[in-house]
């Protein structure tokens, strides 16, 4: 979407040894570009007649931002050339900092190796105004309801001039005898993009029965009017199509029954002082994949083509990977498949690609595929697909590592799960802990259950820290936009559980 503002990063980088009159540019690679192609953010022109020098860079970026940059000091004169560079991912400077490990050596454009200059960077976000909101809306009357229908609110960020319309919340049906919504809680971020006055829409859908949901009703609000209220801020509900003429026709009265507000970090604070990301794996071997040695098999390998699982593992992996300290401790589970153990071949939910149960862990996303790649000549492909085992696991996990890691669990499968109602009550469960769930379809099931899933109401001791993406030839010829449609979910929900933990940020 046009017109969403990404925090702004501040990259405040001091030079070392370097040459006192040159030009020092910050890169980003183009991703839409068929070819690597390096665009320039900023130029600046040094002269001073010291070789130490700082320079504050400023670009956008968002978690999980895997963009490549690049710092380079050209000379300047009659034969400008490249003196030194540095690469780098916001990721790959955000563990350089927690590490103090943020003097960094520029290396030579020729042959890559360590120059005598050094560059020493700190990182800083744009502070922006954030809060927790939590708020609950009633109203004892609409006109024209039914009294055997069932009613509910939706929450619209319209922006028409960058063409702007993204749906925020939408509350949970009531019955439209006792109009009582529950209470919700939502980042001012994501209810109104920061922007505390500008209008959010307000929708009243009705549905009876079997019928279709129809549009009973339209009202307008602003963040900055309820925060200014006192404890009776209300607004009218009008008929659909009436709201921008003099004369409305109103249809009832919403009420504000409850709102509250609580100081809200950004990610971008936690990941730079204590949060640690913990990446895992969890593979379908269920028979429905076909046997790895046929082409149409979902698992037939053709190196150096990745298959579908290769590519998501690797894909979603190189986005995330620079987020987590210790790159060589990421679990790799599989589901569905046929074990040899102690002579006999069993079925297993929940066992350990590398075929070390101790130790499940492999190094960097290269050992995942190697563990991925072998295993397919050592399991049988076998059923069902279940997943509960395997987000159960997880979660034990998780609670062992503490308050200073998030785990983001990818199971990729190709169908939905057998164990639907335990799978369930386990995505319940781990929505107490700080971990989510990335569900990655591959194949060409339509994942009815799946998605059924995805569009459940939960009750409001629950998080919803799981959701769902296919992969298809779409996201195959564009990884760009895969990765935000799978990875982007996990800003609100990471801070929706670090929220829930009660964990504050170390940034003042």
């Not at 279709?212 to 659909?240: C, H, R, W």
């Not at 987020?323 to 006999?344: D, E, M, R």
């Not at 990729?412 to 990655?440: H, Q, R, W, Y």
């Amino acid at each position: 979407m046009k017109g969403i503002k990404k925090p702004q990063i501040k990259l405040k980088v001091e030079f070392i040894n370097c040459p006192n009159k040159c030009n020092i540019l910050l890169q980003k690679i183009n991703d839409n570009k068929e070819k690597e192609e390096w665009d320039e953010i900023q130029n600046e022109r040094i002269s001073t007649n010291k070789q130490d020098f700082s320079v504050t860079f400023a670009f956008d970026s968002n978690f999980p931002d895997r963009s490549y940059f690049k710092l380079s000091v050209q000379t300047k004169g009659s034969e400008s050339a490249e003196f030194g560079f540095y690469s780098f991912t916001l990721g790959d400077l955000i563990i350089c900092i927690k590490e103090k490990k943020n003097k960094l050596a520029l290396k030579d454009p020729k042959t890559t190796k360590d120059l005598g200059s050094f560059i020493q960077i700190s990182l800083e976000e744009e502070k922006k105004e954030s809060y927790l909101l939590k708020m609950a809306f009633s109203s004892e009357k609409i006109k024209k309801l039914s009294s055997k229908s069932n009613v509910y609110l939706k929450f619209l960020f319209i922006d028409e001039e960058n063409e702007i319309s993204k749906e925020v919340w939408r509350t949970m049906r009531c019955p439209s005898k006792e109009i009582q919504w529950n209470s919700f809680k939502i980042s001012s971020n994501d209810f109104c993009m920061g922007e505390f006055d500008h209008p959010i829409t307000v929708e009243c859908w009705e549905q009876k029965s079997s019928e279709k949901e129809k549009l009973a009703g339209v009202g307008e609000i602003t963040l900055e009017e309820m925060i200014q209220s006192t404890n009776d801020y209300k607004f009218p509900l009008v008929v659909p199509g009436t709201q921008k003429k003099k004369k409305a026709k109103q249809l009832g009265i919403i009420d504000l029954v409850s709102f509250s507000k609580s100081q809200e970090y950004s990610l971008f604070s936690y990941l730079t002082t204590k949060l640690e990301i913990q990446l895992a794996f969890a593979v379908d071997f269920t028979a429905s994949n076909g046997l790895p040695k046929f082409p149409n098999s979902l698992h037939y390998r053709d190196p150096p083509k990745l298959n579908q699982y290769e590519t998501v593992i690797h894909t979603l992996g190189s986005a995330l990977l620079p987020y987590q300290k210790n790159k060589n401790t990421i679990p790799a589970l599989g589901f569905g498949g046929k074990i040899n153990t102690t002579g006999k071949n069993i079925n297993c939910q929940c066992f350990p690609l590398n075929g070390k149960p101790e130790n499940p862990e492999c190094e960097g996303i290269g050992g995942v595929l190697n563990a991925y790649q072998n295993a397919l000549k050592h399991v049988g492909l076998h059923g069902p697909a279940n997943f509960a085992n395997i987000i159960k696991g997880m979660k034990v996990m998780t609670e062992t590592l503490g308050n200073t890691y998030y785990t983001v669990l990818i199971i990729i499968t190709d169908g939905d799960p057998c164990d639907l109602v335990l799978t369930v009550n386990a995505l319940l469960s781990s929505s107490k802990e700080l971990m989510s769930v990335v569900f990655v379809g591959v194949g060409d099931d339509n994942f009815t259950d799946m998605k059924r899933i995805m569009a459940s109401q939960l009750d409001q001791k629950y998080r919803k820290n799981f959701h769902f993406v296919k992969f298809d030839e779409n996201f195959k010829n564009n990884p760009k936009l895969f990765i935000q449609s799978a990875l982007n979910p996990l800003n609100h929900q990471i801070l929706e559980g670090l929220n829930l933990k009660k964990i504050k940020s170390d940034v003042n």
